[in-house]
Every structure is written in C-alpha cells, then in structure tokens.
T-cell receptor, first 109, second 115 residues
C-alpha cells in the first residue's frame, strides 16, 4: 500500500463548476499537508499548505485536512479553463515530502 | 538566479552509459531535493540535502544512483550503468531552510531517456 493515495482521474468538469480533489494517507506522523499544481512539461508549483487538521481558504481554493480520517481535500470554486492541470497532494512529517500520484483536471469552456 | 535551473533539459543516452544531471537552486536556499517523476505518476522522493550533507537519501533506488552538493549550492545527480527503467523526468527543488511546510520551488526537470 502506498503512503499517499490519490485518484488519478482524469476529471472533466464545465467552467464555473466546483471541483473536489481528494487524497488519503496511512502515515499518522504526517503533520504538514500541501497541494501542488503541475502544468504539462513544467515543475509542480505550491498552491496551498495546511498544518494539522482544519481548513484554509485562499481565493477560489479551499484546503481541508481531517487527520482523524487521514483524508485531505482541495476545493476549487468557479473553476476556470486555466485551472486545467494535474493536482498533486503532498505531505510530510519530517524531512522528505511524499507526493500522491496526481489527478488530471480538465475544465471545459 | 530567479528560479531553480536544471540542465540538461533533455538527455538521451544508451543503456549502460553514465549520466549526470545538474541542479542550480535559488540563491540562499539551503535545502535541496531530488525527485523522479514517471509518466502519469507523482514525484518520487530520491534524496534531500540540508547544506552540503545528505539529510535523507532513503529514496535512492540502488547504488547506481548518487548525488552530491559539495559547496551547499549546486547539486549533481549521477546515474551509473543506466537502465531503460531509469527513463523519467528528474526534478530538483529547493527551499529556504528545512521545508517542514512543504514550500518547495521546483525546476522544470531533466527528461532522461535511456534507449
């Protein structure tokens, strides 16, 4: 079993829809949880990070962490075609950061 | 530089050859990470440097892989006796200090193809 599990998609939604992306994990030592966005043939870029359980909002993006269920989510409101990318969850407890396999998201105009 | 720079951007080599991939991190960033990303997969951790020393090399798949960072800035990932299964994008990332918050800045990667 992988330490971090993420549905690879692809996920296709119409412009303006609310998108929900999720990851589960098995290592209870993880304390920091991140979401990265990766465009084709580019390196990942950090979208949001959250420490421990709770919610964090940044513009159209909301990250949620439920440590009791070992489950994290990213919500995108009013999705735009420019949001089309691969979204990677990531987490760490100490030195190395472990990534999920990524979910390919496509927003249809 | 303004961002993390990786060279070469593309490398094609033959099975059995030796390869070096270079990473130039953001100036002042003390932590440097190497990841490997295969098609359709997320980045797979290889090694993490804090300064000149490898703080965690648990992700290196075998002894054909080695990485150095002699002056605490530029790093080189070295792969000996390359195999077709080594084909992937090798990503380098840096951060300002130990990145418990996960704020890594990635380069665009070096795409390695082993024929």
């Amino acid at each position: 079993q992988k330490e971090v599990e993420q549905d690879p998609g692809p996920l296709s939604v119409p412009e303006g829809a609310i998108v929900s992306l999720n990851c589960t994990y098995s290592n209870s030592a993880f304390q920091y949880f991140m979401w990265y966005r990766q465009y084709s043939r580019k390196g990942p870029e950090l979208l949001m990070y959250t420490y421990s359980s709770g919610n964090k909002e940044d513009g159209r993006f909301t990250a949620q962490v439920d440590k009791s269920s070992k489950y994290i989510s990213l919500f995108i409101r009013d999705s735009q075609p420019s949001d089309s990318a691969t979204y990677l969850c990531a987490m760490t407890g100490a030195s190395k950061i472990i990534f999920g396999s990524g979910t390919r998201l496509s927003i249809r105009p | 530089g303004a961002g993390v720079s990786q060279t070469p951007s593309n490398k094609v080599t033959e099975k059995g050859k030796y390869v070096e991939l270079r990473c130039d991190p953001i100036s002042g960033h003390t932590a440097l990470y190497w990841y490997r990303q295969s098609l359709g997969q997320g980045p797979e951790f290889l090694i993490y440097f804090q300064g000149t020393g490898a703080a965690d090399d648990s992700g290196l798949p075998n002894d054909r892989f080695f990485a150095v960072r002699p002056e605490g800035s530029v790093s080189t990932l070295k792969i000996q006796r390359t195999e077709r299964g080594d084909s992937a994008v090798y990503l380098c990332a840096s951060s300002f200090g130990p990145s418990n918050t996960g704020e890594l800045f990635f380069g665009e990667g070096s795409r390695l193809t082993v024929l």
